[in-house]
C-alpha cells in the first residue's frame, strides 16, 4: 500500500534525504586513490551523528555499515573494505539517514581520478537516466512509465538495465511501496498519487543487465565484470509534479561542477 505523506512530513522528509546529502558531499572530495572505502565509512558515520542523525543501514537488514560502497563492476550493496581505491575506478556511495523518524536514502556514484571514456559516458548516461524517470514521475503516471523511460534511454546506448534490483517507496521505513523498477511498460503498474515519495534509483551496466551475488551476502556484481553505475534521488510528488527532496549541489561544490540539472524539480 502506498503511503502519501502531508507537506509537512515532505519537508522533515527533506531534512532527513539532506543529511544525506552533505553527507555524499563531504565525502568527495575524500574519494581518491589511496583511500578505503572502511575509512570513508567510518568518517560518514560519525559525520551522520553530528548532524543529530542516525545511520539508516548500520543494522537493518543485520547491514554491519553506514555506507554501502560499490567499487567496479559492483552494482550495489557492497560493504566497505580495506583496500585502498586506485587510479580509473568508479565507486558508488550508497547512504542512508534517519532524521525525524523518516529516512534519507540516495547514492552517487564517484570517479577515482581519470577513468576511462568509457566509463565515463557510463556514469553521464546512468545519471541523465534519473532525471529522465524523475520526469515520468508526474500526476496520471503510473511506475511503468518511469521504467520505461529509463530503460528506453539506458538501453539506447547499447547498456545493460539491472532487472533484480530496484527503486522504491520511502518514508518512515527504508522501503515502502511501490516497486520502482528501471524497466518497464508505459501505462503498466500502481498509478502515481499526490504525495508519495520514492526513492528512484537506476543501476546500469557497461555490459549485461545480469547480475550475481557474492559470497559475502551483499554485494551484487555484474555477470560479465564490467562497470556498473548508480545515482539515487529522493523525490515526492508536489501538486502533481515531481520534486526533489535530496540534491547532488554538494558533491558539485566539493568537486568544483557547475549543473543545473535539477533545477527544473526544485520546489
Request: proline share 4%; net charge negative.
Amino acid at each position: 500500500m502506498i503511503i502519501p505523506k502531508t507537506r509537512e512530513e515532505i519537508e522533515l522528509m527533506r531534512e532527513a534525504a539532506q543529511v544525506v546529502s552533505r553527507t555524499l558531499g563531504m565525502l568527495a572530495p575524500l574519494v581518491k586513490p589511496g583511500v578505503t572505502t572502511q575509512e570513508l565509512n567510518d568518517i560518514a558515520e560519525a559525520y551522520i551523528r553530528e548532524q543529530d542523525a542516525i545511520p539508516g543501514f548500520l543494522g537493518l537488514y543485520d547491514c554491519p555499515s553506514t555506507l554501502l560502497t560499490s567499487v567496479n563492476e559492483a552494482v550495489v550493496h557492497g560493504l566497505p573494505t580495506n583496500i585502498p581505491l586506485k587510479e580509473g575506478d568508479i565507486v558508488s556511495i550508497d547512504c542512508g539517514a534517519i532524521k525525524h523518524g523518516f529516512y534519507g536514502d540516495h547514492a552517487y556514484t564517484f570517479q577515482v581520478g581519470e577513468v576511462a571514456a568509457a566509463t565515463k559516458k557510463l556514469l553521464d548516461v546512468t545519471k541523465e537516466s534519473l532525471y529522465i524517470g524523475m520526469r515520468a514521475f508526474k500526476k496520471g503516471n503510473r511506475v511503468g512509465d518511469v521504467g520505461f523511460a529509463i530503460q528506453q534511454y539506458c538501453e539506447g546506448h547499447g547498456y545493460g538495465v539491472v532487472r533484480e534490483l530496484v527503486g522504491h517507496g520511502l518514508g518512515r521505513k527504508m522501503h515502502e511501496d511501490p516497486e520502482l523498477p528501471n524497466y518497464g511498460k508505459r501505462g503498466r503498474g500502481k498509478k502515481f498519487i499526490e504525495g508519495m515519495t520514492l526513492a528512484m534509483e537506476p543501476m546500469i551496466n557497461l555490459g549485461t543487465h545480469k547480475v550475481r551475488q557474492l559470497d559475502d551476502g551483499w554485494t551484487i556484481v555484474t555477470q560479465d565484470g564490467q562497470p556498473s553505475a548508480h545515482f539515487e534521488h529522493n523525490i515526492a510528488l508536489v501538486d502533481g509534479k515531481p520534486q526533489l527532496l535530496s540534491t547532488f549541489d554538494f558533491v558539485y561544490e566539493a568537486l568544483g561542477i557547475v549543473s543545473d540539472e535539477e533545477d527544473e524539480f526544485r520546489r
